[in-house]
């Protein structure tokens, strides 16, 4: 046998992956649509108390249920953000495409928010 059979050969390390600017350029705007998203989501959670004024002595509602809708809908879509944010700048540093994941997150806020107002929709029996 020959050394050179024992032997790996060198290989040359990979070429870093270039940066792409459109790929910064969306997700900081995307992000910056999140965060609106969450903002307006919130108000969106707080303003659901109101749900509860028919609520008296000729309609019974379930406050519980009014409560969770509402708690899910001003504290819900924060919870994604974090990861959001975390897993795009993690993308962003190891250079890999990370636009969509801010896209995820505004599909995720508009999902929970709609889960509370349906939630206090359905304790008051709209």
């Given at each position: 046998?020959?050394?050179?059979?024992?032997?790996?050969?060198?290989?040359?390390?990979?070429?870093?992956?270039?940066?792409?600017?459109?790929?910064?350029?969306?997700?900081?705007?995307?992000?910056?649509?999140?965060?609106g998203?969450?903002?307006?989501?919130?108000?969106?959670?707080?303003?659901l108390?109101?749900?509860?004024?028919?609520?008296?002595?000729?309609?019974?509602?379930?406050?519980?249920?009014?409560?969770?809708?509402?708690?899910?809908?001003?504290?819900?879509?924060?919870?994604?953000?974090?990861?959001?944010?975390?897993?795009?700048?993690?993308?962003?540093?190891?250079?890999r495409?990370?636009?969509?994941?801010?896209?995820?997150?505004i599909?995720l806020?508009?999902?929970?928010?709609?889960?509370?107002?349906?939630?206090?929709?359905?304790?008051?029996?709209?």
């Amino acid at each position: 046998m020959t050394e050179s059979a024992v032997q790996p050969q060198p290989t040359s390390p990979a070429p870093p992956r270039e940066r792409k600017t459109w790929d910064i350029v969306l997700t900081i705007v995307f992000m910056v649509v999140n965060l609106g998203l969450n903002a307006i989501g919130s108000f969106v959670g707080v303003m659901l108390a109101f749900a509860s004024d028919s609520c008296g002595s000729a309609k019974v509602c379930n406050t519980d249920q009014i409560g969770i809708g509402m708690s899910l809908a001003v504290i819900g879509p924060w919870v994604p953000l974090v990861f959001v944010i975390a897993g795009s700048i993690v993308l962003l540093v190891i250079r890999r495409r990370a636009f969509w994941l801010p896209l995820v997150g505004i599909a995720l806020t508009i999902a929970i928010v709609g889960v509370g107002i349906a939630l206090v929709f359905g304790a008051v029996g709209w």
